[in-house]
């Protein structure tokens, strides 16, 4: 079912008006007070006793009925929705990335368009032997290794899918994004009790480390690990040697073919781009543009807010933003990583206004800018001669993360080429780059996209183990 975005907030008022009304019978406040919220609401200081009170809310939540977590699910949206600017605004005070109006999106797109309970379906065998039953089941507890750069939302997000799976999460969130993850559990977790969930359905460690997040990773209590984050999490849940479902690190590239409408490319670009600051694995981080299109692709770019650098300029920038510039896995400096245009060109000694969002650059596919998951609003852009030299070099820089890609083109040969060979998990034609998480496109939202494990974008269907149930010689009805 796909609903218009009327139906939309149709639903969502509906839940909030229920939410409140049961707070009101309940005699509790809203969570929207974040200061009357309780410093113990699946928050422990030992990760051990956060796995352990997973493990008894996991058995309280099987007690309860499927309409129960139906309604645990509608007060956990409810919470998310009143809670999202408060949520927003504490993730970039605390990480200092991104920009806090796209953090509210994403916190109001997460607890709006994560599917519930309705994503499990039951299959039926039926025949001369009798009736097979296939159900989707818990895992029971799920280890979620959250990032920085989405803090608030993926646990928003991954709360409500393995929530509606019937699991209980104990969550590790990033060092540096530690408080405002856990309020986000913390409201979460009111929200459940209001509706006579279980305590501690959710829980989180008062200070994560890497060594918390390890410990998560080996606990024989934990039977899916799922985390979100860099190259260097997805290789050390791989390895684990438990059920993993990894949503790594993404190099978006974008193909502007000669074909495309070139006002609306260069607007879509920049709007992708410089979404949250370009801190979402997702968002474009290099354009390969036709050589007969460029410059008026770069002159539609800077009508919508893009600043070109040119020769020396971009050099002095890949010094400062850029690390290991000379090796063959040049990083971002953290430094820069989700800091606004103008502050970076301040660097550089220019001084623009808030109304430059991107800066653009010339450069080969070879360059830094290119290779690097840069995720700040730095938007390298290369030339190409053909459809084939662009599908072949924007290959190259995704890495074979099988991520994310863009392609503005109104030609259905290069586009359907485009879409069969760039083996993205997410191939977005014609849009930024969040139309395909479900912003301004059809489908549902996601904070977790599983290249490395195969899932794709993650639903509560995803957090679950199928099991089978046989009835020998009976209950077929026709
Ligand atoms: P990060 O990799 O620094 O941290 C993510 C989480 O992993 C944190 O909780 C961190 O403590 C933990 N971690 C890191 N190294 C670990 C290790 N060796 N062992 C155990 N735990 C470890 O990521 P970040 O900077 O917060 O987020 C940005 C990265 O995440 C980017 O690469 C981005 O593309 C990626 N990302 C991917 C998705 C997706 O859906 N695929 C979504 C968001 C972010």
Redesign the pocket.
């Known amino acids: 079912m796909s609903l218009n975005q009327e139906q939309i907030a149709h639903v969502v008022e509906e839940v909030v008006r229920k939410y409140r009304a049961q707070q009101a019978l309940s005699g509790q406040k809203p969570t929207s007070t974040p200061s009357t919220i309780s410093q113990s609401d699946g928050i422990f200081a030992n990760i051990d006793d956060a796995l352990a009170a997973a493990e008894i809310a996991q058995q309280q939540l099987m007690e309860l009925t499927l309409q129960n977590r139906k309604d645990i699910i509608a007060a956990m949206r409810a919470a998310s929705l009143e809670n999202a600017e408060y949520l927003a605004q504490l993730a970039h005070e605390e990480t200092g990335l991104g920009r806090v109006e796209h953090k509210v999106i994403k916190n109001r797109i997460a607890a709006i368009k994560t599917p519930g309970t309705e994503d499990l379906v039951s299959t039926a065998y039926s025949g001369d032997d009798g009736l097979t039953v296939v159900e989707m089941a818990p895992y029971e507890v799920i280890g979620s290794?959250?990032?920085?750069?989405?803090p608030t939302s993926?646990v928003i997000n991954n709360s409500i899918g393995m929530v509606a799976a019937g699991n209980a999460v104990v969550f590790?969130?990033?060092?540096g994004?530690a408080h405002c993850s856990n309020e986000t559990v913390r409201i979460l977790n009111r929200a459940i009790l209001s509706v006579g969930g279980p305590a501690n359905l959710l829980s989180s460690t008062t200070t994560?480390t890497?060594e918390s997040?390890?410990r998560i990773?080996q606990h024989p209590q934990v039977k899916l690990l799922v985390?979100?984050?860099?190259?260097?999490?997805v290789?050390?849940a791989m390895s684990s040697g438990k059920n993993c479902i990894a949503?790594?690190?993404?190099n978006p590239p974008v193909i502007v073919d000669n074909t495309a409408d070139l006002q609306k490319a260069g607007k879509y670009i920049v709007d992708g781009a410089t979404f949250d600051n370009n801190?979402?694995?997702t968002a474009e981080k290099e354009v390969f543009v036709f050589h007969n299109v460029a410059d008026q692709l770069k002159e539609e770019m800077k009508h919508n807010g893009a600043y070109e650098l040119l020769d020396r300029q971009i050099d002095e920038l890949v010094h400062i933003t850029v690390e290991d510039i000379a090796s063959d896995h040049p990083r971002a400096n953290r430094e820069w990583i989700g800091k606004d245009a103008h502050l970076i060109l301040e660097k550089l000694g220019i001084n623009v206004g808030g109304e430059i969002r991107l800066i653009i650059a010339e450069v080969d596919e070879r360059h830094p800018f290119v290779i690097a998951?840069m995720?700040m609003p730095i938007l390298p852009i290369i030339r190409v001669d053909n459809i084939h030299e662009a599908l072949e070099k924007a290959k190259k820089a995704e890495h074979g993360f099988k991520?994310t890609a863009m392609m503005h083109s109104t030609n259905l040969p290069n586009l359907a080429l485009v879409s069969r060979h760039i083996e993205t998990t997410i191939f977005v034609k014609n849009a930024p780059s969040y139309a395909g998480l479900g912003v301004g496109g059809e489908g549902f939202t996601?904070?977790?996209?599983?290249?490395p494990t195969g899932q794709g974008l993650t639903s509560a269907r995803c957090f679950t183990r199928q099991r089978r149930c046989v009835l020998k010689d009976a209950f077929r009805i026709v």
């Not at 985390?227 to 999490?233: H, P, S, W």
């Not at 949503?247 to 993404?250: H, L, N, S, V």
């Open positions: 290794i959250t990032p920085s750069t989405n993926t590790n969130p990033h060092p994004a994560p890497l997040s390890q990773m985390v979100t984050g860099g190259g260097a999490v290789k050390a949503a790594g690190p993404g801190i979402l694995c998951e995720l991520h996601t904070l977790s996209i599983a290249g």
